[in-house]
Antibody
Framework: EVQLVESGGGLVQPGGSLRLSCAASGFTFKRFWMHWVRQAPGKGLEWVSRLNEDGSTTNYADSVKGRFTISRDNAENTLYLQMNSLRVEDTAMYYC??????????WGQGTLVTVSS | DIVMTQSPLSLSVTPGEPASISCRSSQSPLHSNGNYFFDWYLQKPGQSPQLLIYWGSIRASGVPDRFSGSGSGTDFTLKISRVEAEDLGVYYCMQALQTPYTFGQGTKLEIK
């Protein structure tokens, strides 16, 4: 069974940092592009970042460029999102997704990040 | 960025009746390989989004055949031939041709 389990969310003050993790299982993790997508409370979906199979190619939304860093550990089947200089508007549920845009797209259940003083 | 515009933003449907949702992209999501990099998702209440249709018209594994996707160029449609109670939720279109991937605003389907 394919599983993506996010963790690391929580309450942080503006300007703070968090590191999200996504543990993958049930599939060959190293063969897929991986993405982060977020959803502010009561709002729609916003793509955040993506990373290719070996971690050599990354892309970011303008809203997070220079503040967020996506990475992966294929030996540990884990995807990460390092979030620095957090802003109130970064408050959202963060979803780890596999193969977004492809035939095997799959989403985790998400981890909630709240940025507030 | 490619802008995705859905309509309607909400609809209320009686079980057994059909439903249709449209999505227009500001640029065609047609890839050089001939596939449209265009997907439909359903987010049921309290859940993460699930893939319904990829490449514009191909049903994802396990998706009932009452769901169908069509379209070309910049105009795409999701049709549900006979709505069931379990179909309630918010439907999103998405383009994956170029980053940033972009989503429509969402269409909330309610069951009468």
């Amino acid at each position: 069974e394919v599983q993506l389990v996010e963790s690391g969310g929580g309450l942080v003050q503006p300007g703070g940092s968090l590191r999200l993790s996504c543990a993958a299982s049930g599939f060959t993790f190293k063969r897929f592009w991986m993405h982060w997508v977020r959803q502010a409370p009561g709002k729609g979906l916003e793509w955040v970042s993506r990373l290719n199979e070996d971690g050599s190619t990354t892309n970011y939304a303008d809203s997070v460029k220079g503040r967020f860093t996506i990475s992966r550990d294929n030996a540990e089947n884990t995807l990460y999102l390092q979030m620095n200089s957090l802003r109130v508007e970064d408050t959202a549920m963060y979803y780890c997704t596999r193969d977004l845009g492809g035939s095997q797209a799959f989403w985790g259940q998400g981890t909630l990040v709240t940025v507030s003083s | 960025d490619i802008v995705m515009t859905q309509s309607p933003l909400s609809l209320s449907v009686t079980p057994g009746e059909p439903a249709s949702i449209s999505c227009r992209s500001s640029q065609s999501p047609l890839h050089s390989n001939g596939n449209y990099f265009f997907d439909w998702y359903l987010q049921k209440p309290g859940q993460s989004p699930q893939l319904l249709i990829y490449w514009g018209s191909i049903r994802a594994s396990g998706v009932p055949d009452r769901f169908s996707g069509s379209g070309s160029g910049t105009d795409f449609t999701l049709k549900i031939s006979r709505v069931e109670a379990e179909d309630l939720g918010v439907y999103y279109c998405m383009q994956a041709l170029q980053t940033p991937y972009t989503f429509g605003q969402g269409t909330k389907l309610e069951i009468k």
